[in-house]
């Protein structure tokens, strides 16, 4: 759903707007849901309860969900409902809220951890269950944070999230990795030389060793990246 936001034309959903009848609240809910999961991640169990939305008159056909921007779990969570307008482009033709729960997998600390710490296993806990009041995006395990440092104390059983603690470099300076680069429908691959740390999904300089060409690239996962073309 995130790849819609750039082409949403969002149009003010006025007067009109009217409750959502019951064949159309399940369309939402289940968008929703699909929605969460694709940001938590597959194995995530989803419940949406509690829904209040209402359309435009007239809204109908295939609608998707978009939360707010700053959606949190734990707490009623916003979302707009994107329908298709008159020249076929996605707009607004709703909004509502909903209670959303989630059983997921997640780290929590083990004790009372202080700011700074250099997170090594022993100090975390692998949890499935509810993580609370956490922004709406994947939860690192503790497999992601070993090596990582805490931005902040936190106190024991505290989830753990990319706002509380930097993940380790998937890749460092000096690293040589694999690069991918995609030319039209051909995929290109090369070995290029990191020059800055950076956690999966950071964006780090990269430069070729024979040319001294430097680029930017994605950070795919240790050793991989993704060149970006400008």
Same mark, same amino acid.
């Given at each position: $759903?995130?790849?819609?936001?750039?082409?949403?034309?969002?149009?003010?959903?006025?007067?009109? =707007? @009217?409750?959502?009848?019951?064949g159309?609240?399940?369309q939402?809910?289940?968008?929703?849901g699909?929605?969460?999961?694709?940001?938590l991640?597959?194995?995530?169990?989803v419940?949406?309860?509690?829904?209040?939305?209402?359309?435009?008159?007239?809204?109908?056909?295939?609608?998707?969900?978009?939360?707010?921007?700053? =959606?949190?779990?734990?707490?009623?969570?916003?979302?707009?409902?994107?329908?298709?307008?008159?020249?076929?482009?996605?707009?607004?033709?709703?909004?509502?809220?909903?209670?959303?729960?989630?059983?997921?997998?997640?780290? @929590?600390?083990?004790?009372l951890?202080?700011?700074?710490?250099?997170?090594?296993a022993?100090?975390?806990?692998?949890?499935?269950?509810?993580?609370?009041?956490?922004?709406?995006?994947?939860?690192?395990?503790?497999?992601?944070l070993?090596?990582?440092?805490?931005?902040?104390? $936190?106190?024991?059983?505290?989830?753990?999230?990319?706002?509380?603690?930097?993940?380790?470099? &998937?890749?460092?300076?000096?690293?040589?990795?694999? &690069?991918v680069?995609?030319?039209?429908s051909? @995929?290109?691959?090369a070995e290029?030389?990191? $020059?800055?740390?950076?956690a999966?999904?950071?964006?780090?300089r990269?430069?070729n060793?024979?040319?001294?060409?430097?680029?930017?690239?994605?950070?795919?996962?240790?050793?991989?990246?993704e060149?970006?073309?400008?």
């Open positions: $759903m995130n790849i819609l936001a750039p082409l949403l034309v969002l149009a003010a959903v006025t007067a009109a =707007a @009217q409750p959502a009848p019951a159309v609240e399940q939402v809910v289940a968008a929703l699909a929605e969460v999961r694709s940001r991640g597959a194995q995530a169990s419940t949406v309860e509690r829904v209040q939305v209402s359309l435009r008159e007239g809204a109908s056909g295939t609608l998707a969900i978009l939360p707010a921007p700053q =959606a949190q779990l734990g707490v009623p969570l916003a979302f707009v409902v994107i329908g298709t307008g008159a020249k076929g482009r996605p707009v607004q033709v709703g909004r509502g809220t909903a209670q959303v729960t989630v059983r997921v997998a997640h780290a @929590q600390a083990a004790r951890l202080t700011r700074g710490t250099v997170l090594a022993s100090d975390l806990v692998e949890v499935v269950g509810d993580p609370g009041q956490v922004p709406l995006r994947k939860l690192p395990t503790v497999r992601d070993v090596g990582g440092t805490l931005r902040r104390d $936190m106190a024991a059983g505290g989830v753990v999230t990319h706002q509380t603690a930097t993940l380790p470099p &998937a890749v460092r300076a000096g690293d040589t990795v694999q &690069a680069a995609s030319v039209g051909v @995929q290109v691959t290029l030389t990191v $020059m800055d740390n950076g999966e999904g950071a964006i780090v990269v430069v060793r024979d040319s001294h060409r430097e680029l930017r690239a994605r950070v795919v996962r240790a050793g991989v990246v060149v970006m073309h400008d």
